[in-house]
């Protein structure tokens, strides 16, 4: 059963949920509201890759009634349809007293495990799409009128811009300024300037929409810049893979409409306003053929992220410096 994100609550007596999508911001605030807050002393958060490597200590624990005292929250993350066969036994057994949640990135619609969760009435599935300009205006409007404070447009854009329509950053510089703001009755443009994340890393999608848009000095500046983690690296990939297969569908897409702007627009789940100058260009560069053989690349480069994570920072930089010196000789 699909649910929008906004109805949740309103499911929470249902066992099994399937919560998914590119937005992370609203997955965290699904999981906190409306579970992590009803099971506070009594939750348990494994990921789909341990669950799978320990099957028998995974059902051990739910299939054995002395693990739950009482009523118990699993929460697995990463899932994908390798863990399908498990969850698919675990729902067919429906053990007492446990409430699974299964969060995951961007399941296609052909994904076994989003076509269980979608089909059966007994299970939740909420895909969380990433945000647009209305939607994050409005998180920012809110916080400021909860706080009894008036603030101007040049504000909002502000925290737009530096956050770049992600709403789990976005979250994380409104709690800056709560703490700063503490009962004062006005703040300005320039109090905000001073809290928002201008001297913290660059947000990881500007550093794959430069490369992708062919911007070897800014590229080179954000790699040169900033030292990422193994966690970051992970994430950059993560990304990249996203992006491209957007790319994708797009040039899919744009080989009926022929028609750039008129495909950008119609894609769904809709683009952000920000990254539709963006894609245009990307989309300008890139052939179909072009963006498998990347895809295949970055295939080849999370297996060696696996096989040496120590070294993960100059394998992602020799992928990004190698993609743009090729792509000046090719593209």
């Known amino acids: 059963m699909i649910l929008k994100s906004l109805n949740l609550d309103q499911s929470i007596k249902y066992n099994y949920f399937l919560i998914f999508g590119e937005n992370d911001g609203i997955k965290d605030e699904l999981i906190n509201l409306n579970f992590l807050s009803k099971f506070k002393d009594n939750n348990y958060r494994t990921s789909e890759k341990d669950v799978l490597a320990n099957i028998e200590n995974f059902f051990n624990h739910i299939f054995t009634k ?9 929460i697995i993350t990463d899932v994908s349809d390798k863990i399908y066969e498990t969850i698919s036994e675990i729902i067919e057994k429906s053990p007492p ?4 949640v299964l969060i995951g990135g961007l399941l296609e619609k052909k994904t076994k495990l989003r076509k269980l969760f979608e089909k059966e009435t007994n299970l939740i599935c909420v895909p969380c799409y990433k945000d647009n300009l209305q939607s994050i205006s409005s998180l920012i409007r809110n916080f400021f009128n909860e706080r009894k404070l008036i603030v101007s447009q040049e504000i909002i854009n502000l925290l737009i811009n530096q956050t770049n329509g992600n ?4 979250k994380n510089e409104l709690n800056k300024i709560d703490m700063f703001v503490n009962g004062k ?4 443009i320039k109090d905000i300037q001073s809290l928002v994340k201008s001297d913290e890393n660059y947000d990881l999608n500007e550093l794959i929409d430069s490369c992708l848009s062919l911007n070897k000095k800014k590229t080179l500046s954000i790699l040169n810049e900033n030292n990422f983690s193994q966690e970051d690296n ?7 893979l996203h992006k491209l297969k957007r790319l994708k569908n797009l040039l899919s897409q744009n080989k009926n409409n022929n028609d750039l702007d008129m495909t950008i627009n119609n894609y769904r789940p809709p683009i952000f306003w920000k990254d539709k100058d963006i894609l245009k260009r990307q989309l300008k560069i890139y052939s179909l053929r072009e ?11 999370e297996l060696k992220l696996k096989q040496r994570p120590q070294v993960s920072n ?10 743009l010196n090729l792509a000046n000789n090719t593209i």
């Open 185 to 188: 009755l006005k703040i300005n």
């Open 66 to 74: 002395s693990f739950f005292d009482k009523e118990k929250l699993i």
């Open 97 to 100: 007293d446990i409430k699974i």
């Open 314 to 323: 100059q394998i992602i930089a020799n992928f990004i410096i190698d993609k």
């Open 167 to 170: 709403r789990r950053g976005l």
């Open 234 to 240: 992970i994430r950059i990939l993560k990304i990249f």
């Open 291 to 301: 963006v498998n053989k990347i895809i295949i690349n970055l295939n080849q480069i």
